[in-house]
């Protein structure tokens, strides 16, 4: 995959969010349990410093949710919510590049490191836009 392309763009962002985002469950089919399990223990390791580590339930497709919304959506119709990151693919495409982003910033050392986002000087999320790049880039 292309740094920088929406793809890579909107799967950074998805990591960023697992993350850093507490009190969040992540539903996944049950082939992908082991893997996510392991980098949940790495989350741990890596962040010592937090409390609550994802969940991890069974589900046909990708989910990402919190209290109140689901924050990372795949093989769904699009999102009403812009607070929705949407990632227009399969489920099995997304699964192994998403654990392979947030173990790649769990290395930088997120969320510490430098260009990782979440810092005053850089821009936020803009789901929007997101959307719209990931319609052209994938058709």
Request: with cysteine; aromatic share 6%.
């Amino acid at each position: 995959m292309e740094e920088n392309s929406p793809v890579w763009l909107a799967l950074r962002e998805a990591g960023r969010r697992i993350l850093s985002l507490g009190e969040i469950s992540i539903q996944i089919p049950d082939n992908y349990h082991q893997r996510w399990h392991r980098l949940i223990l790495n989350m741990s390791d890596a962040l010592p410093q937090r409390i609550t580590f994802p969940s991890i339930v069974t589900g046909e497709h990708l989910i990402v949710k919190n209290l109140e919304n689901h924050v990372i959506i795949t093989n769904q119709q699009n999102p009403q919510s812009k607070e929705t990151l949407f990632l227009p693919l399969r489920t099995e495409d997304v699964l192994p590049s998403l654990e392979q982003m947030c173990s790649e910033l769990l290395l930088a050392g997120y969320p510490g490191c430098e260009g990782c986002g979440y810092r005053e000087n850089e821009n936020g999320w803009d789901e929007e836009m997101s959307r719209k790049n990931l319609q052209l880039f994938l058709e």
